[in-house]
């Protein structure tokens, strides 16, 4: 394991910087995607609130050169978003410490931040199976090795179901979108349908939603597509909303932020992954249907997702689609493994932990929000997760401190 290192002029910064109140930081980024900026507005949050920091930015396109100012930079230290190699070698060259925020980890010698692929893809496979689907796909980009690490990691999230995954392939490296939307087309006509289908990201997401239409697939009924970053201008602009699981680039920017304002001030860091987790799956109309044959089922499904954090209970199911306890059970297991009570407990579930992770709410709103009694959420919630909902929102809340004793240890 590697722990950050620097040559002599980057000590003598770093001890200068802990005698000082404005330490000089760069922010090289490619900032042409609404989940970068979202990181460099949440690094602004964290300056804001633990600086000053005097913070030269270089917005960078993907295929734009390192900016001309950086080669004679003299600061205290850097934190890089991009792919392009030659800005990598830029910043490697100065020799300060860095925290690496590529999605490919470019930089091997420093601490880097990211997202969760692996909890992503899970997200985004129990979207799926909840729904009931069978039939699984992923679209990505083989150039990124981002995009391949979701595509494993969805094929295994399905395969735990002991289902199959398809995976797109082009004929070859496209570059012209029309031809690629094409293809997708194609490949989409052999899938067997309904199939569920994860896309890399959100234009890719997009770009299968276009290809159904100009193959006349029908979007959900035959493909339900969800993508990830959740742009939400990407998501509105697609031909239907799509679908999306939601990262947390506020939580990803402070955990970076801090990691570099510990090795300014000498501290040396293991040169490890930082995985932030994911929120949840923004639920639009590309994946908003319940692939269940039994038509009772699918109505009584729909109606505990609208109407379980109201705290109903399995008899209000029974008297929105009356049947036999005994045989709604039957079928709800046949249908998707489950009861109605758990079902109706696990939307209550992730309702809380979306709850606990995207707002300040304290416990006993998220309790009354979700459906739960304040003492019985606390329970029910560590039975569940392992931890309590306050050690959950903790670790993973997008509000919380990351800088705390606790989690610095973890560095």
């Known amino acids: 394991m590697h722990r950050h290192k620097f040559g002599s002029r980057a000590l003598a910064a770093s001890k200068a910087v802990a005698e000082m109140r404005s330490p000089r930081v760069a922010l090289v980024f490619e900032s042409n995607t609404a989940y970068s ?27 734009d050169a390192p900016p001309v100012w950086l080669e004679h930079w003299r600061g205290d230290g850097i934190i890089l978003r991009g792919e392009s190699r030659r800005v990598v070698e830029s910043v490697r060259r100065l020799d300060v410490p860095s925290v690496d925020l590529t999605p490919s980890r470019l930089l091997s010698r420093a601490p880097w931040v990211k997202a969760d692929d692996a909890a992503a893809a899970r997200l985004a496979a129990r979207h799926f199976l909840d729904r009931g689907f069978v039939n699984f796909a992923f679209c990505g980009d083989d150039r990124f090795s981002w995009s391949m690490a979701r595509g494993e990691h969805f094929r295994e999230a399905v395969g735990v179901e002991s289902r199959s995954c398809a995976q797109f392939r082009p004929s070859a490296s496209v570059l012209d979108s029309n031809v690629l939307i094409e293809e997708i087309g194609s490949w989409l006509k052999t899938l067997p349908k309904p199939v569920a289908v994860l896309a890399c990201n959100d234009h890719r ?5 276009e290809a159904c239409g100009r193959s ?47 090795m300014m001030k000498g501290e040396a860091l293991p040169a490890v992954p930082h995985f ?8 639009r109309q590309s994946s908003d249907i319940l692939a269940v044959d039994d038509s009772k089922i699918a109505a009584a499904l729909r109606f505990i997702r609208e109407n379980a954090l109201r705290g109903i209970r399995v008899s209000d199911v029974l008297r929105h689609t009356p049947m036999a306890r005994r045989t709604l059970e039957m079928r709800f297991r046949k249908s998707i493994g489950r009861t109605p009570s758990e079902e109706i407990l696990r939307v209550r579930m992730d309702g809380a932990r979306e709850l606990l992770v995207g707002t300040t709410l304290s416990l006993s709103q998220v309790a009354e929000r979700s459906g739960f009694e304040a003492n019985y959420l606390s329970a029910v919630f560590k039975q569940h997760t392992g931890m ?15 800088d705390s004793p606790a989690h610095a240890a973890q560095g």
């Open 37 to 63: 900026r979202q990181l460099l507005s949440g690094i602004g949050e964290y300056v804001r609130r633990e600086g000053p920091w005097t913070v030269s930015l270089a917005e960078l396109g993907p295929n």
């Open 388 to 402: 309590t909902p306050r050690v959950y929102r903790e670790r993973y809340g997008r509000y919380s401190q990351l």
């Open 276 to 283: 932030i987790a994911p929120v949840g799956v923004a639920t």
């Open 216 to 262: 006349n697939i029908a979007v959900p009924e035959q493909v339900a597509v969800v993508g990830v970053d959740n742009d939400e201008l990407i998501c509105a602009l697609s031909p239907l909303p799509l679908s999306s699981v939601m990262l947390n680039p506020q939580r990803t920017a402070r955990e970076a932020a801090t990691l570099l304002s510990r």
């Open 205 to 209: 997401g997009q770009q299968v939603l």
